[in-house]
């Protein structure tokens, strides 16, 4: 299992602070949240991606994913999202990242419509990230809270550049047992969010382990090399307990609650 952060816990750290946290720390890689809020985003230019990149070359971490914000089943027209996909994937191939997380952002759209809606847009995106050898990948979120709605559609898109990441907490709250989550998930996969929360009223985030999200449940299905990543949500609560002083600790929790089993 190989280990990630997510900067969403780690709001407006500079690079520098990021790279040294996750060395510091034991962690193989880092996502990175791609907001005009943050250090890394799209108003980027070639020079300061380059400075980014070797940076992480540096420290010995990876860039494991540019997380965006794109919501490819919201309505409107679908040039703003392509324009921003495209923009996405290109800062993850100048970065060097595998990976670029987007959102569904279905709203209350009936499901086949917003299926069918972030099925073309992705379907459009597809052939430019082959191109930049990234794939996209569809996080359960929101209107997709659900490993079944995510898969419907990656697998209506039916391109291998186009995947998923499962977070294990929206799989939770939809009532969705982890080996469902993964048995539909995992043709698409390319990494898991873990974190974990008190209840599904309070979803403020805590330390691994000290909440009620079934984490040895989603890991036992998880191949070996799988990619883990921690995302703990301190942006969004700004009173939650500071992330860096429990990366070790929860660490040391995945490894093992992911090890091989005798």
């Known amino acids: 299992m190989k280990l990630a952060f997510s900067t969403l816990g780690v709001p407006g750290m500079p690079v520098a602070d990021v790279v040294r946290l996750a060395a510091g720390n034991g962690y193989q890689g880092v996502e990175l949240r791609a907001h005009p809020e943050e250090p890394v985003n ?3 230019t070639l020079p300061e991606r380059a400075a980014v990149a070797e940076e992480f070359k540096q420290g010995g971490v990876e860039i494991l994913t540019v997380a965006g914000y794109a919501r490819v089943a919201a309505e409107g027209e679908d040039e703003p999202v392509l324009t921003e996909l495209a923009g996405l994937v290109e800062l993850a191939r100048d970065l060097g990242a595998p990976y670029v997380r987007v959102f569904p952002g279905g709203g209350e759209q009936d499901p086949a419509d917003a299926d069918a809606t ?3 847009r992705l379907g459009a995106a597809a052939p430019h ?3 930049m050898d990234v794939r996209i990948l569809l996080e ?3 209107s997709h809270r659900a490993g079944a709605d995510v898969a419907r559609v990656a697998g209506t898109v039916g391109h291998g550049r186009i995947g998923a990441v ?5 799989t939770w709250l939809a009532g969705e047992e982890p080996l469902a989550s993964h048995a539909v998930l995992a ?3 390319g990494y898991v969010q873990v974190k974990d929360i008190a209840s599904a009223e309070d979803t403020t985030p805590l330390a691994l382990g000290s909440g009620v999200l079934p984490l040895k449940a989603c890991l036992d299905v998880l191949d070996q090399d799988s990619w883990v990543c921690w995302e703990y949500e301190k942006r969004w609560y700004p009173g939650a307990a500071d992330l860096p002083g429990m ?3 929860g660490r040391e929790y995945l490894l093992r609650l992911g090890a091989p089993k005798q």
Request: proline share 4%.
């Open 42 to 44: 799209l108003g980027l």
């Open 118 to 120: 972030a099925a073309r």
């Open 129 to 131: 990230a082959a191109d």
């Open 140 to 142: 359960t979120h929101d």
């Open 166 to 170: 499962w977070d294990v907490m929206h």
């Open 187 to 189: 043709p698409h996969l």
């Open 247 to 249: 990366l070790a600790a």
